[in-house]
């Protein structure tokens, strides 16, 4: 009797400890087994916190509807030896960011940048401006005539011919005149400079950059590199100015006094026997053309307005002159002269006192350059004269009608 006792006892223990394993057990377990492999060598209960953590990230429908069936009891081998990728170590909520791509980053600074960042004067050292020897910014082509991007051949006669008058005034305003102008005849050169008001230095800037200008067709001597699909002689023009800006940054670096000293430039060189113009142009200095009696700004002001900058004290300022930076981008405009043109050359002392309707009116009722040039200044200082006003005025004319207007010039006696 007692060992028939001792047995049920045996098997009640057995049935108990079998029951109370079941109850333990997790259910529905996803598959990679790691909840049973917690549940066999340590803690059962932290299975649930790994399965719950698994959802949140990553829900499973198809495996969390389907109940784990009664032999899952045996562990299943290809279950456990499957790693859970999302669950690894390396891979616990790290942000997509945290591995940067180069190409993105590079493309992004294109995007945001507005034109190619060139250093300051103030940001150089003597070591760095020592090393800038070659500027090479380009010159941005622009044909105004349709007819005028085909370089044609040269001929042995001229197709016009042209005549010029120049004058700069100190206005009624500024104690110092920061303009410079100069006509070369021989070379169809003319050029206006403005020294930037405000900046150390802008009588000699603008005066230096009508000097190497000059110097350069004088002697033929064009130095820095060629600029590529433009015609030689606006080549010749591009480099010019860009010596000219080689030689105000220069001058400035070498002399404290002269720091950020800078001039803008509007610089025309007439082809005669290819009845072509050139026109370099950098800054707020325009060119305007007179044709048929219509008058067309054919220049665009540098300024930060023309990047979209608005408010009285912001949009005028330059975002672009001769000398305040190693190199600096020029606007090349390529036309073809008529006939009866007439080309504005003026510093914005002019432009900006003067309206374009009246400069028209002016334009079309004098005949002489001179005169007419006499009465811009004058109209100018009517208006305030608030700052230095330069202008020179180029009149295209037929051979025929060059030479029969140099017979009906006014003398000097008439002329005063």
């Not at 006669?157 to 042209?162: A, K, Q």
């Not at 190199?327 to 900006?352: F, T």
């Not at 334009?363 to 700052?387: C, S």
């Not at 009608?401 to 010039?409: D, F, G, H, K, V």
Request: glycine share 8%; hydrophobic share 35%; with cysteine.
């Amino acid at each position: 009797m007692q060992l028939w006792t001792a047995i049920a006892l045996a098997l009640g223990v057995v049935l108990v400890g079998a029951a109370g394993f079941q109850l333990a057990r997790p259910k529905a377990l996803p598959s990679g087994g790691k909840g049973e492999r917690k549940g066999e060598g340590g803690k059962a209960d932290d299975a649930p916190d790994v399965l719950a953590s698994a959802r949140a990230s990553k829900p499973a429908p198809e495996r969390v509807s389907k109940p784990a069936p009664e032999r899952s009891s045996k562990p299943a081998p290809e279950r456990t030896s499957r790693p859970a990728p999302e669950r690894t170590s390396s891979d616990k909520l790290l942000p997509k960011i945290a591995e940067p791509n180069e190409d993105e980053d590079d493309s992004e600074l294109t995007v945001i940048t507005l034109s190619p960042k060139m250093p300051r004067l103030s940001d150089l050292n003597d070591d760095e401006r020592e090393v800038e020897e070659h500027p090479d910014a380009p010159a941005k082509a622009i044909v105004v005539d349709d007819d005028a991007a085909a370089d044609e051949p040269t001929r042995a006669s001229p197709f016009i011919l042209v005549s010029a008058a120049g004058q700069t005034d100190k206005g009624q305003k500024r104690k110092n005149n920061e303009d410079s102008y100069v006509v070369v005849d021989e070379h169809g050169l003319f050029v206006v400079a403005d020294g930037m008001g405000g900046y150390a230095g802008g009588e000699i800037a603008s005066a230096l950059t009508v000097e190497v200008i000059e110097k350069a067709f004088k002697t033929q001597k064009f130095e820095g590199p060629a600029y590529e699909n433009v015609p030689r002689r606006g080549q010749e023009l591009a480099r010019s100015i860009q010596m000219a800006n080689k030689a105000v940054f220069e001058k400035a670096a070498g002399d404290p006094m002269l720091k950020g000293m800078g001039t803008t430039v509007v610089a025309a060189r007439f082809s005669l026997n290819k009845q072509r113009l050139y026109l370099g142009h950098v800054g707020d200095s325009r060119c305007y053309r007179l044709r048929e009696g219509k008058l067309e700004q054919i220049t665009t002001d540098h300024t930060m307005a023309a990047l979209g900058f608005t408010g009285p004290a912001f949009a005028h300022r330059l975002n672009r002159a001769v000398g305040t930076q190693p190199s600096v981008e020029i606007d090349l405009i390529i036309g073809r002269p008529r006939p009866d043109d007439a080309y504005l050359l003026c510093s914005d002392g002019l432009s900006k006192m003067v309206p374009d309707e009246e400069l028209r009116q002016i334009l079309v009722e004098t005949k002489h350059p001179q005169q007419a040039i006499d009465k811009l200044i004058a109209r100018a200082n009517e208006k305030g004269g608030h700052d230095n006003i330069t202008a020179i005025l180029v009149c295209v004319k037929s051979p025929a009608e060059y030479i029969r207007s140099l017979r009906e010039a006014p003398t000097a006696e008439q002329a005063s």
